[in-house]
């Protein structure tokens, strides 16, 4: 999802279904949860409206421009001028240094550590030869010191597959929920409908409102943004 999000071109590609709507399966009735079905009435104009699965509901019919007004209006609670949003990148980079240097320190020790019981293996091992100390000890020893030199590696390589790559990743994700707002209406439904399933959660429709909350970390656009 996250490259489908950042690869605008492929999304832009995309042939919608003629029978698939923009909100099909993402918005429900804030009256009673049910889904929001959509349907064409005089061949061109898309209406929503609640399936009633529950119980007969009264909210009325509401065209997709009302519904996509108002997510476009919803989407703009994420904008953030760019001398407040390249704070965060700022911090983030700031924030993943110290880690990757605890990372490294922490890589350090691990690798020392599995030298270090190579070392006593290697050395048990030439006492073995030279008959100092029993059997039985030498075997025991060395499973243990195999056992933990194995936990060593083990933790070594997953610091070591950790992509650092994440930060940047994630910076261009909220550079792009921030500038989702502009020309909503206008963007590809695939793209429309992959960028509401990532940004948003639960959002419902009652009394002519749309009502949304944002996923993590997206909300943290929405608290820091000026009122």
């Known amino acids: 999802m996250v490259q489908s999000v950042l690869d605008g071109r492929s999304l832009s590609n995309v042939r919608a279904d003629p029978h698939k709507f923009t909100f099909t399966g993402l918005v429900t009735c804030g009256h009673c949860s049910c889904a929001m079905t959509a349907e064409i009435k005089k061949g061109r104009y898309i209406y929503y409206h609640c399936t009633g699965h529950r ?57 020392s550590e599995a030298d270090r019981l190579q070392q ?59 500038a989702m707002h502009s020309g909503f209406a206008q963007r590809p439904l695939a793209q429309k409908r992959t960028a509401l399933k990532l940004l948003v959660s639960n959002p419902s429709w009652a009394d002519g409102k749309l009502s949304v909350e944002f996923k993590q970390p997206f909300a943290m656009l929405e608290e820091i943004a000026p009122v």
């Open 55 to 111: 119980r007969k509901c009264e909210e009325p019919y509401v065209r997709q421009e009302a519904i996509e007004a108002q997510f476009e209006a919803s989407l703009r609670r994420l904008h953030l001028d760019t001398e407040i949003f390249d704070l965060i990148p700022r911090a983030l980079k700031e924030s993943h240094g110290s880690e990757k240097r605890d990372k490294e320190q922490a890589g350090a020790r691990l690798r």
């Open 120 to 178: 006593r293996i290697d050395t048990l091992y030439v006492d073995r030869l030279d008959g100092r100390g029993t059997l039985e000890f030498h075997d025991r020893m060395a499973k243990l010191w195999r056992e933990e030199r194995a936990r060593c590696l083990r933790d070594l390589e997953a610091l070591s597959g950790a992509n650092d790559g994440f930060v940047d990743d994630g910076i261009a994700l909220l550079d792009f929920a921030r």
